[in-house]
């Protein structure tokens, strides 16, 4: 039974046993890890009817609580998005191990041979909202990786946490996986996040996935080290020689394939000499989707409303855009500098000098040439799954998949060397 008493010592205890846990992850084979993920994915697959009423209980109590169409998107699974779920969980067990991967290694003139290997991390915490997948997400790479994880989703997903929590650890038990190592935190009294927070010393991460309000408490509170995942306020900048169909394909897909994930584009960036604005901004609207302009955009299109100086630092993750008429690259760069929060933002462009200068001069996580936003996924980079987009500079950037996950310890083999 856990020590449930206060959310400080809950949190106590189930780091205790993750600490545990993380011990034994570390002393796994490669194959075993692997093994018990693909335990859990099977098991994930049989639990899909379970999954899927819990959800319904999630979906229903969202509706009556007034969420919007974007949040009940991110929350809603379906049976395509569990097997999704699923397969990425066995996508994960496919990956190469990080752990005991030899970065770099050299022998000093004295003959002491130094070598950089990977290491897990430890215990990690993650703080997230709304995305049921997360949870299976973040259980596979922490596995995979060798790390405990303590989990701790939004009250809007609890159902479906807990029956997606439940299934991954039937599966990881059943081959020999301590179930301490993926546990989530059972109550959603939000004391229970500060006491996550103020772990240090039993937790060894703090990961926080969600909107500003979450990242930035976190960000605040935390006395263990914050590996942050901030808004997804992204750009296309499409430039005068953007191809207008490749444009528009790339504009449409950015921001309305799904508008409630952090990869939408937030702000459409046109060049003011590209001959096509018009069109690509009506095509927007045509699609269902608000458009808030600058001056120059309405006087291309005068049925959009006028953008409001907030709009440029809006992560609507809904089926609203900002559009502003920059001009050139220089335009385009100065705006993204002073509006963009660092995650995601891409070019659509012929040019090729052009489109490498903004791949250079972007400080963004990802910086993309002719490809869609929506891309910013560690699925879509090879990566089987992640954790987030980390939009710091620090240990790891973009997606954070097995390797953010991991870090590293010197290892020294001499022959009798002193220093004298």
């Known amino acids: 039974m856990l020590d449930t008493d206060t959310p400080t010592s809950l949190i106590a205890t189930m780091a205790a046993r993750a600490r545990t ?53 991110r929350l809603r699974l379906t049976e395509a998005r569990i097997e999704g779920v699923a397969a990425a969980v066995a996508t994960v067990a496919d990956l190469p191990d990080p752990v005991g991967q030899v970065i770099d290694e050299a022998v000093r003139p004295n003959g002491l041979s130094l070598s950089r290997v990977r290491v897990p991390i430890g215990v990690i ?11 299976a997400d973040a259980a596979a790479l922490c596995v995979r990786s060798g790390n405990a994880v303590i989990l701790r989703g939004g009250s809007e997903a609890v159902e479906s946490n807990r029956a997606i929590h439940s299934a991954l650890v039937r599966g990881l038990e059943a081959a020999g996986v301590s179930g301490d190592a993926v546990q989530l935190v059972p109550t959603t009294d939000r004391a229970a996040v500060g006491a996550l927070l103020t772990a240090s010393g039993a937790i060894d ?30 750009h296309v900048f ?25 990869g939408a584009m937030e702000t459409l960036l046109i060049d003011r000499h590209w001959p096509h604005a ?12 608000a458009v808030r302009g600058d001056e120059a955009a309405r006087a291309l299109v005068p049925s959009i409303d006028l953008a409001e100086a907030a709009d440029w630092d809006t992560e609507y993750l809904d089926a609203i855009a900002s559009v502003a008429i920059v001009d050139g690259p220089d335009g385009a760069l100065a705006h993204i500098a002073a509006h963009g929060s660092h995650h995601t933002d891409a070019i ?29 996924d560690g699925g ?14 620090l240990h790891a950037r973009g997606p954070v998949a097995l390797e953010g996950l991991t870090t590293y310890k010197w290892l020294g083999r001499g022959s009798g060397q002193i220093r004298g």
């Open 21 to 73: 846990a993380a011990h034994q992850l570390a002393a796994s084979s490669d194959a075993q890890k692997a093994a018990a993920l693909r335990s859990a994915a099977h098991v994930l697959r049989q639990a899909s009817e379970t999954i899927l009423a819990a959800n319904a209980l999630d979906l229903e109590r969202g509706r009556g609580n007034g969420l919007s169409d974007a949040m009940l998107d």
């Open 278 to 289: 018009a069109a690509l901004i009506a095509a927007l609207g045509e699609r269902g989707c």
């Open 125 to 135: 915490g993650i703080i997230y909202e709304s995305r049921p997948n997360v949870t």
């Open 348 to 376: 659509v462009a012929e040019n090729r000098a052009v489109a490498e200068r903004f791949l250079r001069e972007v400080d963004s996580a990802i910086v993309l040439w002719n490809a869609s936003t929506q891309f910013a």
């Open 238 to 262: 499409v430039h005068c020689s953007a191809e207008r169909d490749m444009a528009t394909q790339i504009v449409l897909d950015a921001k309305m394939r799904r508008t409630g994930i952090c």
């Open 205 to 234: 991460l703090i990961i926080p996935r969600g909107g500003r309000s979450l990242v930035e408490r976190v960000q605040n509170e935390a006395r263990v080290p914050v590996l942050a995942h901030l808004d997804g306020i992204n």
């Open 380 to 393: 879509e980079f090879g990566l089987g799954a992640e954790i987030g987009i980390a939009t710091g500079r």
